[in-house]
């Protein structure tokens, strides 16, 4: 019984490894023939590949309640995907005295690609601080974080 | 025994007395009474009665033109042979390519063949029957061969063995 | 044409002269012969042999028969082939089939008494169809006829 | 009338009896004769058969530039004649299209129009390419596109 498996087997991995490319004929009686021409990209590619090009740094000025910033999406991922990007405050504007400064993510919290294939495509975002956070900050270096996080979404 | 011997004495003198019917078949050969008849190989075309023409024969009609349909790689050529010859004597027919190329030609194409049974050579002395020449020709050579008309000449020569 | 029918008429009457000359009947006187003691004879003459042309579908043969016999005698000839009916080559391989035509291979005699000089004379015809001829290869074939004779009444 | 049918009838009867393959005769004086041997096409229908192969499906692995192609072409012909094989878009142009219809543009390279050396070959093999420019492929969505080229043979004089 093993023999037989073991011959089953091997004539099953012939198989696979035999390239289908299945060919037609042309002869007197059939003189046309049609031939696809196929490119199987998601095979090749699977979902493709994508970047997202963020800012280094957003430099507030002291006092600015709204500051704009801009990243850049490059894509080449599938038709009926898109990146999307989601923007998110990871930590408050913070001094070495372990002070903070509130600020928010206003507007545009995601972005999504305009098509699957983009080249730096500019999405814009703004931050926000409230005047009186300003006005109840000591004067200091603060730092925070946003984070962009890029995936994958359906157009 | 004495009665024996009266009765063979007897017979015997009666024989004797029979008349001597002095009878005779002369001037056959042998014992005198047998002709001898035999054949001679002329006939006697003049008709007097003496044979003056040999009459030793043998035809051999070979077919003018003899085809082969595309992809045949086989074909047997049937001629006939017909003799009458001297006792011990056969026709033997020997078929071979005139120019002994064996390729059929067309205007620029080629086509081998080969020939089986080239040779044929009667059994007897008298003998009417058909015989045969085969062509052959590989279906490799067929299929390398533009299809076109292709023809070539085999000379048969016949002679007396 | 006078002179003429006179001469004629004389050399006629030359033959009315002749003599008639009267004899006298004495007596007749029995002449015999006993022929029981002659010996009857009779001779039968055959050819030694007969060619056949290459094709010849009939060949008679002829042969004489004279004879002294008793009276009411004659001579019967009957005349064979050979056994088998065949011709044969010298080598005895090749062989051609006769036969003797019907109604010719007896004679008799017609009369007792024939004289060498007036033989009666039949012939056996030898007959060799055309088939056979056509299926024989070509060679010099012999064969045998033997003739047998015997006395026999007429 | 009754003439005429009887004298046609007369000559249709001569022709029957005319004797259809003339033979040569060897005898003791002709010892030697020729006979004809041939060939016979008449039951090859049309210029003969081909066969030509070609690829059912031509897959292009993503961002190749090239990808080259074969069509083989045997023949088995009359003299004198050949076979040509026409590779072509005969649709819309030579553009891969995905299900919503995007485009992957291309072009054919190499023997797109092929013709054999003779009226007999065996495997002819004649090369042709799909190129895709590497802007077209960066521009293009991963996906599944797709074209349909058509192969076609005809018998030409060679």
């Known amino acids: 019984m093993k023999k037989v498996i073991s011959v089953v087997l091997a004539l099953v991995m012939m198989m696979a490894v035999m390239v289908p490319a299945f060919a037609a004929t042309l002869d007197v009686n059939t ?16 979902d493709g590949t994508y970047s997202v090009e963020i800012p280094a740094s957003v430099d507030l000025i002291w006092g600015d309640t709204t500051k704009a910033g801009e990243y850049k999406i490059t894509s080449q991922v599938q038709t009926d995907k898109r990146v999307k990007v989601t923007l ?9 005295a372990n002070e903070t400064i509130e600020f928010a993510v206003a507007d545009a919290t995601t972005g999504i690609a305009n098509s699957a294939v983009v080249n730096n495509e500019a999405h814009t975002f703004n931050l926000t601080i409230d005047a009186s956070e300003w006005a109840a900050a000591s004067i200091a270096t603060y730092e925070g974080t946003i984070t962009f996080t890029a995936e994958l979404a359906d157009a | 025994m004495k009665k024996i ?3 063979a004495m ?3 003198m009666m024989m004797a007395i029979c008349v001597p019917a002095f009878a005779a078949v002369t001037g056959g050969s042998n014992a005198g009474n047998d002709t001898i008849i035999n054949t001679d190989t002329k006939k006697d075309t003049d008709g007097d009665g003496i044979g003056d023409t040999e009459v030793a024969w043998y035809t051999v009609t070979i077919p003018a033109t003899q085809t082969l349909a595309w992809e045949t790689e086989s074909k047997d050529i049937e001629y006939t042979v017909a003799s009458q010859l001297k006792t011990g004597e056969a026709v033997k027919v020997t078929v071979a390519d005139a120019d002994s190329a064996y390729k059929m030609t067309s205007n620029g194409g080629e086509l081998a063949y080969t020939l089986d049974n080239a040779t044929f050579t009667a059994p007897s002395a008298v003998y009417d029957d058909t015989a045969k020449v085969t062509v052959k020709v590989a279906l490799d050579d067929w299929k390398s061969a533009a299809i076109d008309n292709y023809t070539d000449t085999l000379t048969f020569t016949a002679e007396i063995v | 044409m006078k002179k003429v029918l006179s001469l004629v008429l004389a050399f006629v009457l030359m033959f009315t002269i002749c003599i008639p000359v009267f004899a006298e009947y004495v007596g007749s006187t029995p002449v015999r012969v006993d022929g029981s003691t002659v010996g009857a004879s009779y001779t039968v003459t055959i050819p030694a042999t007969a060619t056949i042309t290459w094709g010849q579908t009939e060949k ?5 028969v004279y004879s002294q016999l008793a009276t009411g005698k004659g001579v019967k000839v009957t ?3 050979d056994a088998d009916g065949k011709m044969k080559n010298a080598a005895n391989t090749a062989f051609l089939e006769y036969s003797l035509k019907s109604g010719t291979t007896e004679y008799t005699t017609t009369k007792s008494v024939i004289l060498s000089e007036n033989a009666e004379k039949s012939s056996v015809v030898v007959q060799i169809p055309t088939a056979n001829w056509d299926k024989a290869s070509i060679d010099n074939y012999v064969g045998t006829l033997t003739f047998s004779a015997e006395l026999t009444n007429i | 009338m009754k003439k005429v049918i009887s004298l046609v009838m007369a000559l249709v009867m001569m022709m029957a009896i005319m004797v259809p393959a003339f033979a040569a ?4 004086t002709t010892q030697s004769g020729t006979a004809t041997v041939q060939t016979d096409t008449s039951a090859i229908t049309g210029d003969g058969t081909y066969t030509v192969t070609y690829p059912a499906t031509m897959n292009i692995v993503w961002s190749t530039a090239t990808t080259n192609f074969e069509y083989k072409v045997s023949s088995n012909l009359r003299t004198g004649k050949a076979i040509q094989v026409v590779v072509a878009d005969t649709g819309d142009g030579l553009n891969m299209l995905n299900a919503s219809n995007a485009t992957l543009a291309y072009t054919l390279g190499g023997t797109t129009t092929g013709k054999t050396t003779g009226p007999v070959v065996t495997d002819a093999t004649f090369n042709y390419s799909i190129n895709v420019d590497s802007a077209v492929w960066a521009a293009a969505a991963i996906d599944t596109y797709s074209d349909t080229l058509t192969f076609t043979s005809t018998v030409v004089d060679a």
């Open chain 1, 31 to 46: 003189q046309s023939g049609n031939s696809t021409v196929l490119v199987d990209g998601i095979t090749d590619k699977g």
């Open chain 1, 88 to 96: 998110a405050k990871a930590k408050d504007l913070t001094n070495a």
């Open chain 2, 5 to 7: 011997l009266a009765i």
């Open chain 2, 10 to 12: 007897a017979l015997v």
């Open chain 3, 60 to 64: 008679s043969v002829e042969y004489s």
């Open chain 3, 79 to 81: 005349v064979n082939a």
């Open chain 4, 25 to 28: 005769e060897l005898n003791a």
